[in-house]
């Protein structure tokens, strides 16, 4: 046997060929043609589409109960409703799928929850309603509880549930629902499909407790959020780290699901709707969720109604064509499960996340407060620089313990409570390290104090940004330059003790380094987070970006908060998945056109091979180069020497 | 050609004499400066030599003009080839039966045309008996088929099965659209020779296999 | 006049000056006073726009037009703000066409139509609306560029560059570029007398650039033939000359000014410049164009139009994977420039990229319509009272 058989076999494992941990699934919905009436809600076959889903190493799947058809009269159930979902658990468990029951739901086509009995009734609050929907949510649990095929129920999607118009509302529900599963199935776990920020962007209700109250949290970009957040190309820019940042968002005690996977509207590509799902499905296991669902089986054939072919609803597209016909991000699926079997949860650990952007309070303030409205964005660009600076960064929100991170981003915040201001200082003092920039407004007095700056007014240049190196190296390579972008504020600093290392064309400071306690605490005069997420993302200058990433990895690095595996290219994400004798890195490549990227890593690496199972490559060296295509992912398996 | 040939054409220009002009052009061309040379070996230096000397003086700002204006009526004799040669290369095009997009194919079609190809155009919603009846009809080796639709993309196989029981398995197949930018394996499946990513790929793989057709007639 | 509250007032007040956290407090004291005023909704509706915050933006404007269906500004920012989020475009063409026939003058509202129109698929319809704005003001570029990316769909790259072309000679930011290499940056209240300019080189070349920047092409013409009796060879008075020659369309005199500038200073950007342009101006010269902006581009790196014009002279020679790095280039220098914006839009056509095509026109349509303005010319004839 030659020496690269021999490495191939040793390398070669079982193939795992779907992996229940890390659940893959997709939505089926119970109408594919918009022409079709509620009535006809799963009145189809969806064995041939299940056998795809099969094929294509989907584990898991999400059905949606119509309430309207199940009980067309109080308290009389449809035996062909019951009939019809029999079929589709028997169609799952012939292809040793699970089904994800979701209880409400409201796709805005087959009027699911719109029962002709309810007479107008809010059916989240109304409290007739809402005890008819305990009866019909523990009549189909109790039908299916004892059944392997059924892995969770949904209680309601967020469609849904942006009919609320209070947390106190929401939070009943929930639990009275929750309660009434419980009461007849108390293993398989319960979820709210909704997202704690996406939610709140829509609705101005928090979710969060309500979520708590189960077992699975789930984060999705919805169509609006992504018009707020991330309005532009889909494979490139903001919008391909969305996923990332709002699955960090909603990663707080429980696992957290990423759904609504795929893109929006049907005016992309197949290439580029491909490379969309292929970069929501990498961000989603490199960034720590629990599982991932695709946001439709098939594409909805919409009506051609005159004069407008453009259909509002946002889920419209999924991985096959309106005939059935398997579109290339099934393949995308497919090829991403294989790589999901390969990393054993049991065997393999995610590198802790000690880098943290801090999502400020003032983000659940409403109008007239802006702050609500610019926080998020501001946010989203903070966790990017980050990535592109390979820090392991994570998302938390002000009030959250601060211990288990050595450097914190407190991107463009108008204000942070006193007791966070209180929090930062014992962070700091105890050695962690903090960027913070200046978001507009008299600033706090705990300014002066842990950042050594005397703030002295709102007043400097902000028709472009300026950088002039005063202290080359304190802060990573920085570079002087001067770059069109309309800064939202420019806070003029007077010296309290800081290191001024770099100021505008003025010689006003636009960065400064204070050293308070055994902590560094980096202040930016500007909100530079916010000017590039108001200003246009996807066409930001360069060096403002590289700035940005420049400080925060400097800052990190310096706080023993750097990269496991670094790289040479800011557009490439990394993510190490730990294991005793070999580690697997994933790559996804944020840009559109291909990039060889170059990694690098403290120990010797023997080999690198396909995580999915493919031949050793040996590298004898720390550093190594990855070929990845435009928008492309790359799951590898490293052994060390 | 040398700078003699520049000084005699901005004499020339200078002296108001468009048929000495058109001289000059034709002696330096016959001595064997291709046309596309013309304009830089010989109409830039002279017109460099103009500049400089209304600078110095040498000529007054009449002069300049009217020079200016012998210069402008010879500027065609020294403008390269505005359209690329004819190529003599025959080419089918369409968009496959059941599908109705255009634009990809209509800025593919057209640059080709841009650069000389001899370009049959079939339009939308072409049956694959139709390129076929085309292919013989012009002679052409190369047929280019466009589809947007994936379940359309699929039924380009039609094309080529046509082709081979036509008894033109040596026919190159072109493939267009999203469907085939997105899976590379797609046109493999369907039988082409090979994938336009749009209109300047369509330039070189067209090129390519015309090089390829012609160089296989030659052996 | 329409009565606004002193809250409504100050709310503008500070919304003129950009003052939007301000101003949008401002906005809520006068609802708070008075909630059925349209003129505070279609502020607010404004400065939500403003900062791109799309769906409050229509809530707002929308409220504006339910309290007073002929509240033209909030139709304007209606409008913007549906066609800016994306997906609206049947909502945003029965505003436009409302917006049109209020304010038949109103040239954005006619290409804004075109684009909603287009964006719909109704292609005609889109092309009725950009000639529609043509006829009111034949130099408008978005509608020439809108129509060459329509002409590509059809007919193909050949037929769309004509309209680049035009619009491109139509572009007045060009003329910025060139007084920027001279480090020109606005036109001079005061007119250049040739007889108190400095009788020195430098001084005279400055002030020739000045009567240029301010279109006295005879001062400048004077000033340089001073700087040239004195050096015939200086080759920035030269480049001067070749670029007033360029401005009175005597192109083979700048030509040969500028090759004879570009013979003695072989990068020197303002000579390259005028003859780039004099090159990409004459067909059959796209190659030479692009040679030349090539070097210019190099010579002038930091200005977007500099390769603006390196990709358009591309676009000729059928190169649009470079023309399309040009334009990426550009717009990263400045993300406004209408021109790259439709640039790149006919590159991604070139390549089947649809959806990246619409978003750099909708990109474009964004830079332009906040350059424009409109809506304050339209507030305040509708605060006043004036037919909307």
């Known amino acids: 046997m030659s020496a690269k058989k021999k490495q191939a076999a040793e390398v070669a494992e079982p193939v795992i060929v779907r992996q229940a941990d890390f659940p893959v699934g997709i939505d089926v919905y119970p109408l594919d043609e918009e022409r079709r009436g509620w009535a006809d809600w799963y009145d189809r076959d969806v064995e041939p589409e299940f056998a795809a889903l099969a094929e294509a190493r989907v584990w898991l799947v999400r059905i949606f109960v119509s309430w309207k058809y199940f009980e067309p009269q109080v308290g009389q159930y449809d035996e062909e409703a019951a009939g019809r979902l029999d079929a589709i658990m028997d169609a799952a468990r012939s292809h040793d799928l699970k089904v994800l029951v979701s209880l409400f739901a409201d796709d805005r086509l087959a009027e699911m929850t719109d029962v002709p009995w309810g007479k107008r009734r809010d059916p989240r609050t109304d409290d007739y309603l809402i005890q008819r929907e305990v009866s019909l949510a523990q009549r189909i649990v109790n039908r299916y509880r004892a059944e392997p095929v059924v892995w969770g129920w949904e209680l309601a999607n967020e469609a849904f549930c942006t009919g609320f118009t209070s947390e106190a509302d929401l939070e009943r529900w929930t639990a009275t629902l929750r309660d009434a599963v419980r009461e007849v199935d108390s293993e398989h776990p319960i979820l709210l499909g909704v997202d704690p920020e996406t939610l709140f962007r829509t609705t101005g209700v928090d979710p969060r407790a309500a979520i708590d109250l189960n077992e699975y949290a789930i984060s999705h970009v919805t169509a609006p959020y992504r018009v707020y957040a991330a309005e532009g190309p889909v494979t490139s820019g903001p919008a391909t780290y969305l996923d990332g940042f709002l699955l960090r968002a909603a990663a707080r005690d429980l696992p957290v699901i990423v759904d609504g996977v795929g893109v929006q509207s049907l005016d992309f590509s197949l290439s580029e709707e491909a490379a969309a799902v292929r970069t929501s499905l990498y961000s989603a296991l490199m960034n720590g969720a629990s599982g991932v669902m695709v946001r439709r089986y098939r594409d909805l054939e919409t009506e051609k109604r005159e004069p407008y072919f453009r259909d509002p609803f946002e889920v419209l597209v999924g991985v096959a064509d309106i005939e059935g016909e398997p579109k290339p991000s099934l393949g995308e699926i497919k090829r991403f499960a294989r790589v999901v079997a390969r990393i054993d949860r049991r065997r393999y650990q995610s590198a802790p996340e000690c880098v943290g952007v801090l999502i400020p309070a003032e983000r659940y303030e409403s109008l007239p407060s802006l702050a609500g409205l610019y926080g998020p964005r501001a946010c989203l660009q903070s966790y990017i620089g980050a990535k592109e600076a390979h820090l392991p960064v994570d998302v938390l929100r002000e009030g959250d313990e601060l211990g288990a991170y050595h450097a914190l981003f407190v991107p463009s915040a108008m204000k942070l409570g006193a007791t966070t201001w209180h929090e930062i200082a014992s962070f700091v003092q105890g050695g962690g390290s903090i960027v913070v920039s200046y978001g507009g407004g008299d600033t706090d007095p705990a300014v002066r104090e842990i950042f050594g700056v005397e703030f002295l007014g709102d007043h400097g240049v902000r028709r472009t940004v300026s950088c002039r190196v005063a202290q080359p190296g304190a802060l990573g390579d920085l570079r002087s330059f001067d770059a069109r972008l309309k800064l939202p504020h420019f806070a003029l600093l007077g010296h309290g003790g800081a290191t001024v290392v770099a100021t505008d064309a003025t010689g006003s400071p636009l960065l400064t380094v204070n050293q308070y306690g055994q902590g560094k605490a ?45 790289c040479d290219t800011p557009e490439v994400e990394v993510a190490v998945f730990m294991g005793e004798e ?19 890593v403290e120990r010797m690496v023997a080999g690198v091979a396909d995580a999915r199972g493919g031949q050793l490559t040996e590298v004898g060296g720390k550093v190594f180069g990855v070929p990845l295509s435009a928008n492309g992912a790359s799951a590898l398996r490293l052994t060390y020497t | 050609m040398g700078i003699e040939d520049a000084h005699r054409l901005y004499e020339a220009f200078v002296e108001q004499d468009p048929a000495e002009a058109i001289r000059v052009v034709e002696d330096v061309r016959a001595s064997g400066v291709a046309q596309a040379q013309l304009f830089d070996t010989l109409y830039v230096p002279a017109m460099a030599l103009l500049g400089g000397a209304w600078a110095s003086g040498e000529i007054d700002e009449i002069v300049f003009t009217q020079a200016s204006v012998i210069a402008e009526q010879i500027g065609s004799f020294v403008v390269p080839p505005a359209a690329r040669q004819d190529t003599g290369v025959t080419l089918v095009i369409g968009t496959m039966q059941r599908d109705h997009h255009t634009v990809g194919k209509d800025i593919i079609a057209a640059a ?14 072409v049956r694959p008996a139709e390129f076929l009846e085309r292919i013989e009809q012009t002679g052409a080796r190369i047929v280019i088929v466009c589809a947007e639709m994936l379940s359309v993309a699929h039924s380009v196989v039609r094309v080529r099965e046509m082709l081979t029981t036509g008894g033109h398995e040596d026919i190159v197949v072109l493939v267009a659209g999203s469907p085939f930018d997105a899976d590379p394996a797609l046109a493999r499946s369907v039988g082409a020779n090979g994938v336009l990513h749009g209109a300047e790929s369509a ?5 390519k296999a015309a090089t390829d057709l012609s160089g296989g007639e030659a052996s | 006049m329409t009565k606004r509250s002193s809250q409504v007032l100050m709310a503008e007040g500070l919304a003129r000056t950009e003052q939007v956290t301000a101003a949008v407090e401002a906005c809520y004291d006068a609802l708070a006073v008075d909630d059925s005023e349209p003129v505070a909704h279609c502020l607010l509706a404004h400065l939500l726009l403003e900062g791109d915050f799309y769906d409050e ?33 049947d909502q945003s063409v029965l505003v436009w066409h409302e917006l049109a026939e209020v304010v038949p003058d109103l040239v954005t509202a006619h290409v804004q139509l075109g684009e909603a129109f287009g964006a719909a ?38 037929t769309a560059l004509p309209g680049f072309r035009k619009a491109g000679e139509l572009d007045p930011s060009q003329d910025d570029l060139f007084f920027a290499l001279l480090g020109i940056k606005s036109v001079s209240d005061r007119p250049v007398d040739p007889a108190k300019v400095r009788e020195d080189r430098s001084s005279r070349l400055g002030a020739a650039a000045l009567a240029a920047r301010a279109d006295d092409l005879f001062v400048t013409a004077e000033l340089v033939r001073m700087v040239l009796d004195e050096d015939p060879d200086d080759a920035d008075a030269l480049a001067l000359a070749a670029f007033a020659y360029l401005k009175q369309e005597a192109t083979n005199e700048a030509m040969a000014c500028a090759l004879r500038a570009i013979a003695l200073k072989p990068d020197l950007a303002t000579a390259l410049y005028t003859l780039g342009v004099v090159y990409s101006r004459r067909a059959g010269l796209s190659k030479h164009a692009a040679r030349v902006f090539i070097v210019f581009t190099r010579a002038a790196s930091q200005h977007a139009l500099a390769h603006v014009l390196l990709a358009e002279s591309l676009l000729g020679l059928q190169r649009y994977g470079q023309a399309k790095k040009a334009y990426r280039v550009a717009i990263r220098l400045d993300p406004a420039c209408v021109r790259a914006r439709f640039g790149l839009a006919a590159v991604h056509l070139t390549e089947g990229l649809h959806a990246e095509a619409d978003w750099e026109v909708r990109r474009a349509a964004y830079y332009d319509t906040r350059r424009q303005g409109s809506f304050w010319r339209l507030y305040d004839h509708y605060s006043e009272g004036g037919a909307s």
């Open chain 1, 582 to 600: 070999d580690d697997i890195v994933v790559v996804l490549n944020h840009a559109p056109e291909a990039v060889t990227a170059t990694l690098s």
């Open chain 2, 112 to 125: 080709l045309k841009e650069s000389g190809y001899r370009v049959n155009d079939l339009g939308l919603d």
């Open chain 2, 203 to 207: 330039l070189r793989v067209v090129g």
């Open chain 3, 121 to 158: 698929q109704f292609e005609e319809e889109a092309i009725d609306s950009w000639k529609c704005a043509l006829e009111l003001d034949p130099k408008e570029p978005r509608a020439i560029y809108n129509l060459a990316i329509a002409a590509l769909k059809r007919e193909g790259m050949a």
């Open chain 1, 522 to 566: 980096v202040f930016i005069a500007t909100p530079i987070e916010r000017a590039l997420a108001q200003g246009d993302p996807w066409a930001a200058p360069l060096v403002v970006r590289d700035l940005l990433r420049t400080v925060y990895g400097s800052v990190a690095r310096a706080a023993g908060a750097g990269p496991i595996v670094d």
């Open chain 3, 57 to 89: 933006a229509i809530a707002e404007a929308t409220k504006a037009i339910e309290l007073d269906p002929d509240c033209s500004p909030a139709y304007l920012a209606l409008g913007l703000a549906y066609d800016r989020r994306g997906g609206m475009w």
